[in-house]
């Protein structure tokens, strides 16, 4: 069966991916509707295809039109590739969400993924290392082990 493709459903599914704003999703959307402009054409005259002449053919035109619409689903996977690769957090959220969107949206890769996670989340700030004991020679030693030096001054001499 052909895949069904709800443009409501995809705004409020583009909407609520991780790092999708409403620009990015309306972008997201007009982008993916060019990608499958003809696949979704094909399909409609498929369909139509089907519905007209079932009768005329003896049904034999229904299994060229599922021939011919299930080849334009696998197409739409290809296709959507580089969008998939441009908009990859989108991608993966909705083939977690729709299962039906996972013949029609191609896989984005790792590198895309963590591209876009890191455009998101801002470049990762490296650990401090911390530093444990005393802050200065004169503090109180507070870890078992350590010595309380004392502080020496220049010029200073002291005599025991």
């Not at 519905?51 to 689903?73: D, E, I, R, V």
């Amino acid at each position: 069966m052909a895949p069904q493709v709800n443009k409501n459903q995809l705004k409020e599914l583009f909407a609520k991916a991780e790092g999708c704003d409403k620009e990015r999703a309306a972008e997201a959307e007009i982008e993916l509707m060019k990608v499958w402009k003809w696949p979704l054409f094909w399909m409609r005259c498929c369909a139509c295809w089907m519905t007209y002449f079932c009768l005329c053919t003896l049904c034999t035109s229904c299994c060229c039109a599922m021939y011919c619409m299930g080849k334009q689903a696998l197409s739409m996977e290809q296709l959507s590739k580089p969008w998939a690769e441009k908009y990859p957090l989108i991608a993966l959220y909705l083939r977690a969400e729709d299962p039906g969107m996972q013949t029609m949206i191609a896989e984005p890769s790792a590198e895309a993924i963590a591209r876009r996670k890191a455009e998101v989340n801002g470049p990762e700030k490296p650990a401090q290392e911390v530093m444990e004991g005393p802050r200065d020679p004169g503090q109180a030693a507070d870890v078992p082990g350590q010595m309380n030096e004392e502080v020496k001054q220049p010029g200073l001499v002291l005599e025991p």
